[in-house]
């Protein structure tokens, strides 16, 4: 089985190696399908594990000393588990579709062979994440999956708003990363290990503030990775990357590292329900603030991107409660659906020549029919109607809050679900229904290569059947691992009147965007320059506020570091040292006349001074040393 | 009256000053290799009184070897002296100032 292993974690790095090769010369296709196949390669090893762990047994491999001195040792460890294999295969069959994807995608574009360099180095450092057995390992996985994001955020780096995109989502993840570092730090400091197994059995021994602070810290760093208040505002200026990268990293699987983390350190936050009931407000909280910003927005990206971190709020609110299998199984039934509603976009975008706001399209699903439904698929089964994906991972978690007695919690899930089924599809009846807005613009709409909607196929499919096919298998598996807690609401009554009224109320919601968008798009005045409009479309002025309060300020502080400190103390004394060794070469060459005569005066000086000091130095010492004595 | 040890120092110390000022003051180069070679009898002087006075004869050996290197450096100087003199017809020392900084 460590040959699988070992294919599963590597053949990715070894594509992006190869391509990187390439990476400066002109495109080839070839480099494209050599990543794709290898991505395939660790696909259907990751498919043997899975059976393999199915069946019962775990792999854990030690491959090498990574670190040893005195007494602590870390190895090369990886371990494919129950979570980890279930994370594998999210990663590898999303990977898979969105490189074949991206060969169409990309095909245009100067860096088609850098392009996928970076996507398979993205995905071998998500591997690396999943699968390590320590702290540590997921460390490093964690930052190369950030650096991999960085590189693909700003991927167009000749447009400044990429650039500046890629440092917010890099600086803003470093913040959060030292949090992180110090709870691995405490982790080490008080247990000796970071081994995942030695952890977890001794972490219950541990005092109770100190576990409180390890949860605590870790999940600082989790939220800057999964984008949660108030590190969230990075997500969305991340859409300035290719759509692919989006589809991949920013919705499928690198902001899904934060949900990872915790479910992984489930025994610590187990210990810990305060902290639990922190995160679960705070998902909950996201959830909805995310969802309010995504109603009125007129990014068709941005919005999308609003969904995620509204769906990584209803994982945060699982995890935090303790239903970790609940919260995993929506991570990769949400990876599925969005990374399709991505792609489709991405289909959209490009039939627009690369216009975002959907009030400039419309009327698309007679050019782009395929796109079209695909995308509705993949909103249908977002907004959770029977019986798609969502549905069976999203109405749980309302399920748990509701078996849990948070009923704040739910009733706050409860209408954020409403409100995903808004503009969700409030997105699809702006883009393929009702006038063909884009006509005005001079667009003509082409639906995208037949192999890129073949490559979205698996994932459509994975969208309607994740949840109904795969509910049961899924909770055997993981619950050997995870605490196996079923949430069944026992009062049949209670759980009908639940079940139909959620549905009822996002069928409404569905019905209510597609008669305010479907049709012909009447813009209100009255609501646009309303008060909550203009809070919601500037973000709650989050943005502006960071601009403001951390920003500027510090703009000012660099500023003032340069021209008051640098330039006036620190090059002021370089300049004067230079300057005085200068000024005396210019004052005293005169001294070197050539006159022979003159020079051995001088040295005869030089004598007497250096015999003058010799004496008096000895005699200066002396009188010390004597005294001491 | 017999001589002792300072009166020898005394004496380098005298032969030593001349010497110093014959460097500083003579602008002949021939009257600047006499003022030098006073310079260095003057410390041979002063390290065989030392040496005899302690009874150690490192001094007295240090002396002969610098007789010996003085003798080759007076050879080499003198060569390079009559060399310039062929050139130039002149040893006045302010008139070499090819080294001017």
Redesign the interface.
């Known amino acids: 089985m460590e040959i699988y292993l070992y294919t599963a974690l590597f053949s990715p790095l070894v594509g992006s190696l190869i391509t990187a090769l390439f990476g400066a010369s002109r495109k080839t296709y070839f480099t494209g399908i050599l990543a794709s196949g290898l991505l395939f390669a660790s696909f259907v090893s990751s498919l043997i594990l899975l059976t393999y762990v199915m069946a019962g047994h775990t792999v854990h491999v030690e491959m090498m000393t990574w670190i040893a001195t005195g007494d602590l040792y870390i190895p090369f460890g990886f371990v494919v588990d129950q979570v980890s294999v279930t994370m594998m295969m999210v990663v590898t069959t999303v990977s898979t579709v969105v490189h074949i994807y991206s060969i169409g995608y990309m095909s245009h574009d100067k860096g088609f062979n850098r392009f996928f360099s970076y996507l398979s180095a993205f995905v071998f450092s998500m591997m690396v994440l999943v699968m390590s057995d320590n702290f540590l390992g997921l460390f490093i996985g964690w930052e190369g999956v950030g650096l991999c994001s960085w590189l693909l955020i700003g991927f167009w780096y000749h447009k400044e708003s990429a650039t500046w995109a890629a440092n917010e989502a890099f600086i803003m993840n470093r913040i959060a990363d030292l949090a992180m570092l110090i709870g691995i730090f405490m982790i080490y400091w008080n247990l000796g290990s970071l081994q995942y197994d030695v952890v977890f059995a001794h972490i219950s021994s541990l005092p109770m503030p100190i576990i409180t602070w390890i949860g605590i810290f870790l999940f600082i760093g989790a939220m800057g990775k999964s984008a949660q208040f108030p590190l969230h505002t990075w997500l969305a200026d991340a859409m300035e990357g290719p759509t692919p990268v989006s589809a991949l990293i920013h919705a499928a699987t690198m902001v899904t590292a934060g949900v990872y983390l915790v479910v992984r350190a489930n025994p610590i936050y187990s210990e810990i329900p305060d902290v639990g009931n922190a995160i679960a407000s705070l998902g909950a909280f996201v959830a909805m603030f995310a969802a309010t910003m995504a109603l009125v927005n007129r990014d068709m990206k941005r919005i999308i991107a609003y969904s995620t971190l509204s769906q990584l709020g209803y994982m945060f609110v699982a995890a935090g409660l303790g239903a970790y299998w609940v919260a995993l199984f929506h991570l990769m039934a949400h990876a599925f659906f969005k990374a399709l509603l991505f792609l489709g976009a991405g289909n959209v975008m490009h039939a627009m020549h690369d216009e975002l706001d959907p009030f400039k399209m419309g009327g698309l699903k007679t050019s782009m029919k395929w796109t079209w439904i695909l995308m509705t698929l993949a909103s249908v089964a977002l907004a959770g109607i029977y019986p798609l994906a969502g549905f069976f991972s999203k109405d749980l978690i309302l399920e748990v809050a509701f078996v849990e007695q948070h009923y704040i919690l739910y009733t706050v899930l409860l209408l954020t679900a409403g409100m995903t089924a808004f503009y969700s599809f409030r997105l699809v009846a702006l883009i393929f229904h009702g006038d063909k807005r884009h006509l005005e613009h001079g667009i003509h709409p082409h639906e995208a290569y037949t192999f890129m909607l073949y490559a979205m196929a698996p994932l459509a499919i994975l969208a309607v059947i994740a949840g109904m096919v795969f509910k049961t298998p899924y909770y055997q598996m993981v619950t050997q691992l995870l605490p196996a807690v079923q949430y069944h609401i026992h009062n049949h009554t209670t759980f009908w009147i639940m079940t139909i009224g959620t549905q009822l109320f996002v069928i409404l919601a569905i019905a209510y965007a597609y008669k305010k968008y479907a049709k012909a798009v009447k813009v209100d005045k009255k609501v646009e320059s309303g008060f909550f409009y203009q809070l919601l479309y500037n973000q709650y002025y989050i943005p502006k506020i960071y601009d403001e309060v951390f920003s500027k300020p510090y703009l000012q502080l660099s500023k003032l570091a340069w021209k008051q400190i640098d330039l006036r103390i620190v090059d002021a004394t370089v300049d004067g040292i230079a300057n005085i060794i200068y000024q005396t070469g210019e004052k005293t060459h005169t001294m070197q006349d050539g006159n022979l005569s003159s020079m051995l005066r001088w040295m005869v000086i030089g004598v007497v001074v250096l015999l003058v000091l010799a004496v008096a130095f000895t005699a200066g010492y002396n009188a010390v040393n004597l005294r001491a004595m | 009256m017999e001589l002792t040890l300072n009166h020898y120092l005394v004496l380098s110390a005298v032969l030593f000053a001349i010497g110093?000022i014959g460097?500083?003051r003579?602008?002949n180069l021939l009257m600047l290799f006499f003022a030098t070679e006073i310079l260095l009898n003057a410390v041979n002087v002063g390290m065989a009184a030392i040496s005899h006075y302690r009874g150690d004869y490192t001094g007295q050996m240090f002396a002969f070897f610098i007789i010996a290197i003085a003798a080759s450096e007076v050879a080499v100087g003198l060569g390079l002296l009559i060399v310039w003199y062929k050139r130039t017809g002149k040893i006045d020392?302010?008139q070499?100032?090819?080294?001017?900084?």
């Open positions: 110093l460097v500083m003579r602008k020392l302010d070499m100032t090819s080294m001017r900084g």
